[in-house]
């Protein structure tokens, strides 16, 4: 599977992002699309994730009402709505995919990665 995000960019505090994970390759294995993020000096941690065939979500605590994960599975696509931006927020933002049959919050949890789109937000 591999995994192409977009999306990224420098935002002011307060604006929305939305970012989009294109899979190809061997997507029918998918069980769970997920995005994580890395903050400069902090470790990865989870943002969203969503089944790939089903309709399950699950987010972060911390992130409800304001991060919202959704699909198009005709486009093969994931994206990550993002609102109310905080300075916080910055951080490379990653997509992966798992195959596990259970929704991860753990990266060790996802076997294919993208390569991360930026998310930079200015106070």
């Known amino acids: 599977v591999q995994l192409q995000a977009s999306g990224g960019g420098v935002v002011q505090a307060g604006g929305s992002l939305r970012l989009s994970c294109a899979a190809s390759?061997?997507?029918?294995?998918?069980?769970?699309m997920g995005w994580f993020r890395q903050a400069p000096g902090k470790e990865r941690e989870f943002v969203a994730a969503?089944?790939?065939?089903?309709?399950?979500?699950g987010s972060a605590d911390s992130l409800k009402g304001r991060f919202t994960i959704s699909k198009d599975n005709a486009k093969n696509t994931v994206y990550l709505q993002m609102n109310s931006l905080k300075p916080e927020d910055t951080a490379v933002y990653y997509c992966?995919?798992?195959?596990?049959?259970?929704?991860?919050?753990?990266?060790?949890?996802?076997?294919?990665w993208g390569q991360g789109t930026q998310v930079t937000v200015s106070s």
């Open positions: 969503i089944s790939w065939r089903g309709s399950n979500t």
């Open positions: 992966a995919s798992e195959t596990g049959g259970t929704m991860g919050i753990m990266d060790y949890e996802y076997h294919y």
């Open positions: 390759g061997r997507t029918f294995s998918t069980d769970f």
